[in-house]
């Protein structure tokens, strides 16, 4: 399964990563690799197979819904590259 | 020097017995850190100053008569993927580079209940993503029995440091083989528990349907310790299983007669080393004598397993890698940005290696609109598949047995070019991940003076069961951890 360059550039603008030429033409190449050994499951008959996305059985949790003890306001932005009165600082969204 | 090499429980009862005290433990271990460690740099951060206070609080507690812990003084490394509060949590990532967690994960929660005391954060492949420790942003760790060599990955600082004798025992974490791989490589035991066994609540995520927690320890014994520290609801997560887990240490009796055991054709014969086979077989026979009864069994799916890996894991990672936007925490790019995508572009650029971004690109990919049932839809089906192989297997079997890692450790670069070679390295391991089942890497000789891994793996919740069978073969192997480095 080769890949493109334009396929490239499309994946890494949805995964909000900006690729060096070089690394484009790595990638490329890599992900066609890897791409190509997981075409033997495509080999495989799954016609009538579930999905299975977790190995346990899993169903929703809850618990009571009171208030508990949380982490003061300036620790939580205290790992913030920019943060202030207790609010984390962005460039400008629109 | 000997402690260095002891059992972690036989330090706990030494320091019991006040033999030595927790301070001096704790100051042997930093003492071999000191010089092993420009070499083997198994360690990204050592909290030397952290550990020392603990050990002495320690000392005090044990002089005022009250009770440590059941493994109180007893130093232990950490895998640096899991939540430390207070000290540096960095993924091996420069993304993480200087962040300080305010809180610590449920695992470290309760080794630090049970009065160990942590010697520093080991060194990992950036995001746990890795079999060699080479793509660590920090420069790769080397293996003690030869420093040509990686220790394997991702947690390589963890199974180095206790290769080396610079920590009785280490926490590791295992998405694909993380934890067995390196245990392999580096000559000592590692276990991979049930998923849901062993909290996730502080382990920063890498795959979440596959990430667990789990023992890198110098014996059977220990892992069995460390195994009972750690496990146990929490309800911090919301996939923990709502059990009590036993005391595995207490009921350790390594009795194997009678148990049936399966060798996986798939895994046990075509792309492993003949050297890494002539062991296992060899183990296999140790097996039979001690009265197990061992027969091969064909998983047909098993061949699937590792390309099926490869779009699962890097599917969630790319979704879960998507909290690294320099916003809240970690890294963000220098200077002005023109608006907050831009932002967002850089930071993840700068931050993340190049093996994140691979496996990021490739589960965007595999998730993205056209591919989804080609790729990510398939492989949960084949997914299906391998437990249902499973499921069959533990009609007939207590046990399936296959090596752990296909070869021995390999030469540093050897595989850095070549990211689908480097995968292969997984083939062994990935397949129990995928159903979520325990397994066991056991040491079990050497091949050209390396060490070579035996896996034992289980159905669900069989912990009890993989670590009696471990500590069988143990007795009878007698293999000697202590890799034969200067000093």
């Known amino acids: ?94 | 020097m000997e402690i260095n090499f002891q059992e972690a429980v036989e330090i706990a009862d030494q320091i019991k017995k006040k033999e030595y005290s927790a301070v001096e433990a704790t100051e042997a271990f930093l003492a071999r850190i000191e010089e092993v460690e420009p070499k083997v740099k198994a360690f990204i951060n050592v909290s030397a100053e952290v550990a020392r206070e603990r050990a002495a609080g320690i000392d005090t507690r044990i002089a005022a008569g009250e009770d440590p812990g059941r493994f109180g003084g007893v130093p232990i490394a950490i895998k640096d993927v899991l939540s430390t509060r207070g000290v540096p949590t960095t993924c091996g990532s420069r993304m993480l580079e200087g962040f300080i967690p305010v809180y610590d994960a449920t695992v470290v929660q309760r080794i630090n209940d049970a009065g160990t005391v942590m010697l520093g954060k080991a060194n990992m492949d950036e995001f746990a993503m890795g079999s060699s420790t080479e793509n660590s942003y920090f420069g790769p760790t080397r293996n003690p029995w030869d420093l040509e060599r990686v220790p394997g990955g991702s947690s390589g600082g963890s199974a180095a440091a206790v290769a080396a004798g610079e920590a009785p025992w280490a926490l590791g974490s295992d998405t694909g083989g993380s934890i067995r791989q390196p245990a392999a490589l580096c000559g000592i035991v590692g276990m991979k528990p049930t998923y849901g066994l062993v909290s996730r609540y502080g382990l920063v995520a890498f795959a979440s349907s596959l990430d667990q927690v789990g023992p890198l320890t110098r014996s059977v014994r220990d892992c069995a310790a460390l195994l009972g520290i750690i496990a146990g609801h929490d309800p911090c997560d919301s996939t923990s299983i709502p059990e009590p887990a036993p005391d595995y240490l207490a009921f350790l009796k390594g009795e194997v007669k009678g148990l049936k055991a399966g060798v996986v054709k798939e895994l046990s014969s075509e792309g492993i080393e003949p050297g890494v086979l002539e062991r296992f077989n060899a183990t296999v026979e140790t097996l039979e004598r001690l009265g197990v009864d061992c027969e091969e069994v064909s998983l047909p799916s098993f061949s699937y397993g590792l390309s099926a890996y490869y779009l699962i894991a890097p599917a969630e990672a790319s979704s879960n890698l998507a909290r690294f936007d320099g916003v809240r925490y970690g890294y963000r790019a220098a200077g002005e940005s023109e608006d907050v995508w831009e932002m967002y572009d850089r930071t993840r650029s700068e931050g993340f290696g190049g093996e994140v971004k691979r496996r990021i690109m490739l589960g965007t990919y595999a998730l993205s609109a056209g591919y989804y049932d080609a790729y990510y839809a398939q492989a949960q089906k084949i997914r299906t598949l391998i437990m249902r192989d499973y499921g069959r297997a533990w009609e007939s079997y207590d046990a399936l047995v296959c090596p752990t890692s296909p070869s021995v450790a390999f030469k540093l670069g050897e595989k850095t070019d070549d990211p689908l070679t480097m995968y292969l390295s997984d083939i062994c391991t990935i397949p129990v991940n995928l159903a979520g089942i325990p397994a066991l890497s056991l040491p079990c000789g050497l091949s050209e003076g390396l060490p070579v891994g035996f896996q034992i793996m289980g159905p669900p919740m069989s912990e009890m069961k993989i670590l009696d069978v471990a500590y069988a073969l143990e007795r009878e192997i007698g293999f000697d951890a202590r890799p034969p480095m200067e000093g």
């Open chain 1, 1 to 94: 399964m080769a890949i493109s360059i334009e396929d490239v550039e499309h994946v890494a603008k949805l995964a909000r990563l900006a690729l060096s030429d070089d690394e484009k033409e790595t990638f490329r190449r890599q992900l066609s690799d890897v791409l190509e050994h997981a075409r033997i499951i495509s080999e495989v008959d799954t016609s009538g197979v579930p999905l299975t996305s977790h190995p346990l059985p899993l169903v929703n949790v809850f618990r009571h819904d009171r208030s508990r003890p949380s982490l003061p306001q300036d620790e939580v932005t205290s790992n913030a590259a920019w943060a202030e009165d207790g609010a984390f600082k962005v460039p400008k969204i629109v």
